[in-house]
């Protein structure tokens, strides 16, 4: 269904909505409109004359249905962190922005039965705070965690650094309640353990990206609070001692939350840009090593003394150079701050093309320094580089400019380079998105890449559940246009 006039079908709308749900959901003014027509990295510039704010799921279920009677595309958006320009509404305008942000209720933390039930505008951080007040805790977290949305993360399958115990959202994810294209809505929130009623719709919406439904809650696996962590920073010889040592501390110990590689210039960027940080170790190392260790019950074996143990092990076997256990709270917060700020400091250094990748875990060692290998020999005066969730094979993997470049490189060089950078990463079995999604900015390589049984399918569930194309157009997959027969 296409809109004959945009602006009139907009304008419409607008009133529709301020008559049946109310005039504090119609947001018109184009200066407060402005700051979420723009991806929070800049690359994507939107346009849109309506932004939509529901305070209900209800609400959400009137306005779809108003939308769908006048024809007008809707742009879920949460706290606008999306780094694929997953939320950012089309440059034509004719689409309305649908902010979940009002809708930021935690309806439920249940600490026996280890879940909560959050709204879709519920910052992430917030949920932290809420499941920690009851002894338990939302194991999930990424650098975007004060602005982030659980609507938002659970439409993208979001990762973060404790994946490798927890896995994804998907995992996290135990029940969902959207609404869907016709305005029903879907209500999968009771957290069944067996479920044999069919497809299942609720993982179905899960990495969606709100191309096939409005994300309005979520039933989300809670766990233990931390009693206890040690963080540990070591020295290694490559990717492979890292790998091996990873795969000693998985035999050893169920209790390793995070397991992340950073090579040594991103720890020399990191130190020279970053105020406040400095080398744990006394001696310069070609890879580095960040392990996180944790025990939920005080009566546990310390985390402190696993990972002394471990690391040993690692020395007696020739994995390890050099490392050191952080003593204190603030000096495991250093050793994060060193990962958490490689991104930051490499903008600091100047523009870089960033590909957030994954291969299997057993062949990301051969991948960080082949892949690297051939993209400077293809481009020469580049600089390629991997860091990351090396213990679940998902590692950000940046091209950076050539010295002097300006600004402007990354959109002059990202059509050639991406490309190269996606054609190695399914040479090696791999996706060329681990956690951050497809949004617009990998809509045409996942196109262009993948087998055409996974693209049918994708249209074809597309076109089942919005067969107007109303929900986050250009988004994920592109729909062919009807035939006039249809």
């Not at 402005?34 to 305070?55: E, F, I, V």
């Not at 879920?76 to 922005?97: L, R």
């Not at 309640?177 to 067996?194: F, M, N, R, T, Y």
């Amino acid at each position: 269904m296409t809109a004959p006039d945009p602006a009139a079908a907009l304008s419409a709308l607008a009133a529709a909505v301020a008559q049946r749900i109310g005039a504090d959901a119609v947001v018109t003014d184009s200066d407060a409109i402005a700051p979420w027509l723009t991806d929070w990295r800049g690359r994507y510039h939107g346009a849109s004359a309506l932004l939509l704010q529901p305070r209900s799921t209800q609400d959400v279920a009137a306005l779809v249905a108003l939308a769908a009677a006048h024809g007008v595309p809707l742009v879920p958006q949460g706290g606008n962190t999306s780094m694929v320009g997953g939320a950012t509404p089309p440059a034509d305008g004719t689409a309305a922005i649908l902010s979940l942000r009002r809708m930021n209720a935690i309806r439920r933390v249940d600490a026996d039965a280890g879940l909560a039930i959050a709204e879709a505008g519920v910052i992430l951080s917030d949920l932290h705070d809420a499941a920690l007040a009851r002894g338990r805790r939302f194991p999930l977290t990424l650098g975007a965690k004060g602005s982030a949305t659980i609507g938002g993360l659970v439409s993208t399958n979001a990762g973060g650094t404790q994946v490798l115990r927890f896995g994804t959202m998907r995992a996290l994810v135990l029940g969902v309640e959207a609404v869907l294209p016709d305005g029903s809505i879907h209500d999968g929130l009771a957290p069944l353990k067996k479920d044999n009623r069919g497809y299942d719709l609720n993982q179905l919406l899960v990495g969606a990206e709100g191309t096939l439904g409005v994300i309005t809650a979520a039933t989300l696996k809670l766990v233990p609070a931390v009693a206890a962590r040690a963080v540990g920073w070591v020295g290694v010889e490559s990717p492979h001692a890292a790998l091996e040592l990873l795969r000693l501390c998985e035999a050893a110990t169920d209790s390793i939350e995070s397991f992340e590689i950073v090579p040594a210039h991103s720890l020399a960027l990191v130190l020279e840009h970053i105020p406040g940080t400095r080398d744990p170790l006394a001696g310069p190392h070609p890879w580095h090593v960040l392990i996180e260790s944790v025990a939920s019950d005080t009566g546990a074996e310390a985390p402190a003394q696993i990972l002394e143990r471990l690391l040993a092990a690692g020395l007696e076997r020739g994995l390890i150079r050099d490392a050191a256990i952080a003593a204190s709270e603030a000096q495991a917060e250093a050793l994060w701050k060193l990962r958490d700020s490689i991104s930051e400091a490499e903008r600091a250094s100047g523009p870089a093309l960033q590909h957030d990748i994954s291969v299997p875990v057993a062949a990301m060692p051969d991948f960080m320094i082949d892949g690297a290998a051939a993209v400077e020999v293809a481009f020469p005066g580049t600089s390629a580089g991997a860091f990351g969730h090396l213990g679940d094979g998902n590692v950000h993997f940046h091209v950076r400019a050539p010295a002097g470049a300006d600004r402007g490189w990354v959109a002059e060089n990202s059509a050639r380079i991406s490309p190269f950078v996606h054609d190695l990463v399914v040479a090696a079995g791999g996706s060329i998105s681990a956690e951050h999604g497809i949004g617009q900015m990998k809509r045409d390589e996942l196109a262009r890449l993948s087998s055409p049984a996974r693209m049918h399918a994708l249209a074809a569930i597309k076109r089942a559940f919005d067969p107007d194309n109303l929900f986050n157009p250009g988004k994920l997959v592109t729909l062919a246009p009807a035939r006039a027969d249809q």
